[in-house]
């Protein structure tokens, strides 16, 4: 090859040479941009602290139960007299102050016998309670799984009274040593929360499922007041509404199992 203009000849072997040296300079003028700009952005992210993406991860959230100690002196207690509990886990970013709170389902027991059998249950008695559960769905804190509350402070409240977290009745059923205090559990459980930061919250949102789902539409009023005029609240019952109409013998059987549900726990 002849340079133009120079008059100075090169083979192959120089040419080769050239092309080499020319790509290695290059390369490290990006490299050396690219490194200042990377600890450009590590001096930013300093500052501004962590950002969502940076606490997500692929694996399965294990969140432990918590008891509520202080439940017991108010009487709030569990089919079996044991304490009630929830699973809280922590939000993170622009979701610190803004709270999930999911009502557990399972059903009801509509009379003393249907009680006392779940008393041995984990929808009676936190006895029988996981200790860890994984956090999924509207509670999980995936981006992909759960874009709107994945870093919410998202918790479970366990179901264990047999009547959507409404019964209060004073005196222990002694014959089947079984206590209705629905209504307390779910006021110490609040109570609970409030004190680990849900007094701060600017967002809330009270859901739950099946029995969960019409708690929801219970104790909606009174979670909506639990927060700051200022915050924005709502409720959530998924499948929560159980309609009063005949079923295929010709009976209203809601009707009548609510009637037994509600007798049970007056």
Not at 55 to 78: F, K, N, Q
Not at 114 to 132: F, I, P
Request: net charge negative; proline share 2%; with cysteine.
């Amino acid at each position: 090859m002849k340079w133009r203009g120079i008059g100075i000849k090169w083979g192959c072997t120089e040419y080769s040479l050239a092309v080499v040296g020319l790509v290695t300079i290059a390369v490290t003028v990006l490299v050396i941009m690219n490194t200042e700009n990377i600890d450009n952005i590590l001096k930013l992210r300093a500052v501004e602290g962590p950002r969502d993406n940076d606490m997500t991860t692929d694996a399965p959230v294990l969140v432990d139960l918590t008891l509520v100690e202080s439940a017991a002196v108010e009487g709030a207690v569990c089919l079996d007299g044991t304490l009630p509990g929830y699973h809280l886990d922590r939000g993170f970013g622009s979701g610190s102050n803004s709270w999930l709170i999911h009502l557990e389902g399972g059903g009801w027991c509509n009379n003393l016998m249907s009680c006392a059998m779940r008393k041995k249950t984990h929808l009676g008695s936190s006895l029988y309670m996981e200790r860890q559960i994984i956090f999924s769905g509207i509670l999980s804190n995936k981006p992909s799984e759960n874009p709107d509350f994945y870093n919410w402070n998202r918790v479970k409240v366990r179901y264990c009274d047999g009547a959507s977290y409404f019964g209060d009745m004073e005196d222990e059923i002694q014959e089947y040593n079984i206590y209705f205090r629905g209504q307390r559990i779910w006021q110490a459980i609040m109570h609970d929360l409030l004190v680990k930061g849900m007094d701060k919250a600017d967002q809330g949102l009270l859901s739950g499922c099946s029995a969960g789902g019409l708690a929801s539409f219970l104790h909606c009023d009174n979670f909506k007041e639990l927060f700051s005029r200022h915050a924005k609240v709502k409720c959530l019952g998924d499948a929560g509404l159980f309609m009063d109409m005949k079923d295929i013998s010709g009976a209203y059987h809601i009707r009548s199992f609510y009637n037994e549900v509600v007798t049970t726990q007056e």
